[in-house]
């Protein structure tokens, strides 16, 4: 590199051949950011503040949490023709990017789509499965220390294509600053109703139901600890889609992508949030050191520095490995939430890649368009859950009923089966039930 660093790199470097290098990296991947016991004790309060008092405690936590004192829920709620006044309000630029990434996203949620499907037998017995959207969604987003009118488009639209009934919005307005590009991100994906609360409260809201705000199906959304722990909280009463953690990045380089353009990919997630974890895995020394250098190079011109040099102090790391059959093997075992493979044939890597939220494939693919525009969901699994579950879609908001239609043949073929089986598990109401339908 022509530049020297402006100062030392904040974050860890490893290598596979460290003794060590197994313990330093659990220690690393190491998350427990929803098991916080004051927390859960907090959340707890404010959700049985929720269900027994209902607006009155919405109305109180806002005060206490937002810094927002409002006399009535009426003040906390925006209909339809709000969001439609915030889009007219925006920029041109601002209106067509929103829509350009709308389109897109809608454009390959689309493909999502799970059908009804049946098949007959042979006896004429019929045998399928109905896909029915639910009913009432909330979608929460989050709106603490930063909005995100790309997971408005991101939690809402699947909904919309899945063909949910109706999608109620949340989003909290510390000390009452309404983001307008959030509320045109709720027009344009087609929410009917927005209520600006936040945090626990506003998911027991939504669980429960309060005079003002409807209880719902299922609550999707990322959000904070609170936000994250609520609703654990209230899985069962209503679905969830994930316990989200804090945003992840994992990048392969073969050593050919430009050092800089790596460096801000790190950045990139590492500015969400100081518990952020953005790690490059290679297999050329050389090209470790020149995104080291990048990075330190880079770092003290950036907005959210802060955030950064804590996420990459705490959670970062430039891993060197043997060869890419290990970088693959390290792929696996992390499961990131985000994957990107810069190398020159990202596609000869694909096949061996079991874990990852989403995969960015080449060198011009960069993270961040996943993040607004490309089409797939950003709701990703992070913190390693991507070894068992997937990226938030239609899927999410639609739910699957058994069908079973018997003919009078079918069912004398089946019942002497369950017949012996009821027996065998000593139901015998089970068993005469089924020997009723066998022809005698
Ligand atoms: N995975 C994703 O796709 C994705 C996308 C966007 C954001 N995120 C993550 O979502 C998170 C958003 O967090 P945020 O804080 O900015 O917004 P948030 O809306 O999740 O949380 C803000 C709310 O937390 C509550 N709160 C704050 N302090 C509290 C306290 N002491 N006691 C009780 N309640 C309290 C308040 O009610 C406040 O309204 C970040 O971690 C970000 O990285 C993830
Ligand atoms: N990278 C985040 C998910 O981990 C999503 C996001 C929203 N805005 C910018 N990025
Ligand atoms: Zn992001």
Request: hydrophobic fraction near 45%; glycine fraction near 8%; include cysteine.
């Amino acid at each position: 590199m022509s530049e020297m660093p402006s100062s030392a790199a904040p974050l860890a470097r490893l290598s596979s051949r460290d003794a060590d290098f197994d313990a330093r990296l659990d220690a690393l991947l190491a998350w427990e950011g929803v098991s916080d016991a004051e927390v859960q004790t907090r959340v707890d309060e404010i959700i049985r503040a929720v269900r027994r008092e209902g607006d009155l405690a919405l109305l109180d936590c806002t005060r206490r949490f937002d810094r927002l004192d409002v006399a009535s829920m009426a003040e906390l709620t925006l209909e339809a023709p709000r969001l439609a006044a915030a889009f007219a309000g925006l920029p041109d630029e601002q209106r067509e990017a929103l829509e350009a990434a709308a389109g897109r996203i809608e454009a390959y949620h689309q493909r999502q789509r799970g059908e009804s499907w049946q098949y007959q037998e042979a006896d004429g017995t019929v045998l399928g499965q109905k896909v029915t959207p639910l009913d009432r969604v909330g979608v929460y987003v989050p709106g603490g220390k930063a909005a995100y009118p790309s997971s408005v488009l991101m939690n809402v639209i699947p909904a919309r294509v899945a063909g949910v009934g109706e999608v109620v919005m949340v989003v909290p307005t510390p000390d009452g600053a309404v983001n307008e590009l959030v509320l045109a991100a709720a027009h344009v994906a087609g929410v009917e109703r927005v209520f600006t609360i936040g945090g626990a409260q506003a998911v027991a809201a939504l669980a429960y139901g309060t005079e003002s705000v409807p209880r719902v199906d299922k609550i999707v959304g990322p959000g904070n600890i609170y936000v994250a722990t609520a609703k654990r909280a209230v899985f069962g009463q209503v679905g969830i889609d994930m316990i989200a953690g804090p945003s992840e990045i994992l990048v392969v380089s073969d050593g050919g992508t430009d050092p800089d353009w790596l460096a801000m990919d790190l950045f990139s997630q590492a500015e969400h949030d100081e518990q952020a974890q953005a790690i490059l895995i290679s297999w050329d020394r050389a090209h470790l050191d020149e995104v080291e250098a990048s990075i330190s190079r880079q770092l003290p011109g950036m907005e959210r520095r802060t955030i950064i040099e804590a996420s990459l102090g705490q959670r970062g790391a430039l891993i060197e490995v043997a060869d890419e059959a290990e970088a693959l093997a390290l792929v696996n075992r992390i499961a990131p939430e985000h994957l990107e493979l810069s190398v020159a044939e990202p596609e000869r890597l694909l096949d061996g890649v079991r874990h990852a939220g989403a995969i960015f494939m080449g060198r011009y693919t960069a993270e961040v368009l996943g993040d607004y525009c490309a089409g797939p969901n950003h709701v990703l699994p992070t913190s390693g859950t991507a070894r068992f579950s997937s990226p938030l879609g239609v899927y999410d908001f639609q739910k699957r009923s058994s069908i079973i239609h018997c003919t009078a043949e079918g069912a004398n073929a089946l019942g002497p089966i369950a017949s012996i089986l009821a027996r065998g598990e000593s139901l015998t109401a089970h068993a005469r039930a089924a020997e009723n339908r066998i022809k005698r």
